[in-house]
């Protein structure tokens, strides 16, 4: 990729975040719509998980494939079509006659959404290529995570009361068309000096793995054991396979080298930990608020601005303090503030009081804040540029596993507590264990955060680059690793 100029870089930053903008919005939005479409629709609460996770699930199965097909191919044209597809899969969405047909064209946005954020993220990394400039430009783009959190409820509770649940996918139009036409107008196209080949099986081994996972988890409390155990035995064999097949393909999909980097691997149980927080907050939080506070959709919202103001202030200044410090603090940070919230909630059943619900929310927006520049920093910071699309894809897909992990052992713990029990007489005793799950989510936050960001873990990233470089030259040598 070329030099850009310093304001040539800050547009394309600027268009990125778009793209990151319309995938988190839709999300916060969708969270906020969780009621109505249950009415609508006659969805169960599995049903409501499976409009979250069918979306999160394929992003994140393809999310290394996109990461990989982009350095390949070219990050520009991989990015425009991801744009294309999300953006008619938005509209699809929103003419979905029943839950099925919803939860397909999901997966239709999904397949978009892959071709967005790790390949931005790699045009990022690309384009700031010095480390403060780079750790910057992240905190900007997690602040657009922030920026989400908060419009998202208030705007799609406005959507949703005024008009219905349909119109949150419209929003993700005028966003979609506008980082297309200023794509095609202004990123410049780059590619990896060396491109990586397909891996097929790897490909389907990751599929099967996430899906039996997820189907296995969201199905428990409701399908008996002979329909979950061959789901989860589809699982265990896909991720032996995964550890068994990948190491011997020269250019893997998954390279389980980057996992010799403490940083890297405890970026990417972070991220899973973190994300899994996220996502079972954000459900449980939806549900609460209007099944059993009875608020609408918009008043919701306005309850989630306690969390989302804290990411949006939180993010940028993780961000900074990532590029002069490093990435412990910020990460003790978020583990804190976490843990801390998922506590209050389980212990101190903070739902029932304003005051402490209020205090739950910020501090749970307080841990989240910190806790996504120093994942996305310590995943690409200690990697070849060469690699840059794949390690980014790595830390996006913990981030979706994370989130779709999250909505199913959440919803699963919730669905288990109710029953054939309505929300409003149980919901505060059926989501105490979900709860304790989060604080244990923020606690692993913290601990990781600590073990992995010292001088010890610098060494094995260090070293783990210094063999990842040595590998290419060997293998563009055609010396067989």
């Known amino acids: 990729m070329p030099e850009l100029s310093p304001r040539r870089r800050m547009l394309v930053l600027a268009i990125c975040c778009m793209s990151l903008l319309i995938v988190s919005l839709d999300n916060t939005i969708l969270n906020v719509a969780l009621p109505s479409m249950q009415k609508e629709l006659g969805a169960s609460t599995a049903g409501l998980q499976w409009t979250i996770d069918a979306y999160t699930l394929v992003l994140a199965a393809l999310l290394m494939l996109a990461g990989s097909t982009a350095d390949r191919l070219g990050r520009k044209r991989v990015f425009v079509a991801g744009l ?82 349909r119109s949150i996918f419209w929003v993700n139009l005028p966003v979609g068309l506008a980082a297309l036409l200023l794509t095609l107008r202004y990123v410049p196209e780059s590619r990896a000096p060396k491109a990586r080949r397909p891996d097929p099986v790897g490909q389907v081994l990751v599929i099967a793995l996430f899906g039996a996972l997820t189907y296995a988890i969201i199905e428990a409390p409701t399908a008996g054991p002979a329909t979950v155990l061959p789901f989860a035995t589809v699982a265990l064999a896909a991720l032996a396979g995964l550890i068994w097949y990948e190491p011997r ?96 909630f389980a212990a101190f059943d903070a739902v029932t009081s304003d005051g402490t619900l209020f205090a739950g929310y910020a501090l749970f927006g307080i841990g989240f804040g910190f806790v996504n520049a120093p994942i996305t920093n310590t995943a690409v910071s200690g990697m070849p540029r060469a690699q840059a699309g794949v390690a980014a894809a790595v830390a996006s897909t913990s981030r979706q596993l994370g989130q779709t992990l999250g909505v199913a052992v959440i919803g699963a713990v919730l669905a288990a507590g109710i029953g054939t029990s309505s929300y409003r007489e149980v919901f505060v005793s059926a989501a105490g264990p979900g709860y304790w799950i989060l604080a244990g989510c923020g606690l692993a936050v913290l601990v990781l955060g600590a073990l992995t960001s010292g001088t010890w873990a610098r060494r094995t990233a260090e070293r783990t680059a210094e063999r990842l470089d040595s590998s290419e030259v060997r293998q563009a040598a055609g010396v067989r690793v």
């Open 84 to 165: 294309v597809v999300f953006t008619l899969g938005s509209v699809l969405c929103s003419l979905a006659p029943n839950l099925e047909a919803l939860v397909a064209f999901r997966m239709v946005q999904a397949v978009g959404g892959s071709m967005l954020n790790p390949v931005a993220m790699s045009i990022i990394t690309n384009t700031f290529t010095v480390p403060r400039e780079r750790a910057r430009a992240i905190g900007a783009w997690g602040a657009v995570v922030g920026i989400s959190m908060a419009a998202g409820p208030l705007i799609g509770g406005l959507l949703v009361d005024s008009v219905g649940w």
């Open 249 to 344: 393909r020269d250019e893997p999909l998954i390279d389980l080298r980057f996992f010799r980097s403490a940083p890297f691997s405890g970026a990417t149980v972070i991220a899973i930990c973190g994300f899994a927080a996220l996502g079972g907050f954000l459900f449980l939080s939806t549900l609460y608020l209007q099944n059993v506070r009875g608020l609408d959709a918009l008043h919701a919202g306005l309850w989630m601005l306690p969390m989302a103001v804290p990411v949006f202030l939180c993010a940028p200044l993780s961000g900074r303090l990532v590029g002069t410090i490093g990435p412990r603090v910020p990460l003790l940070i978020a583990g804190v503030g976490m843990t801390a919230s998922g506590v209050l």
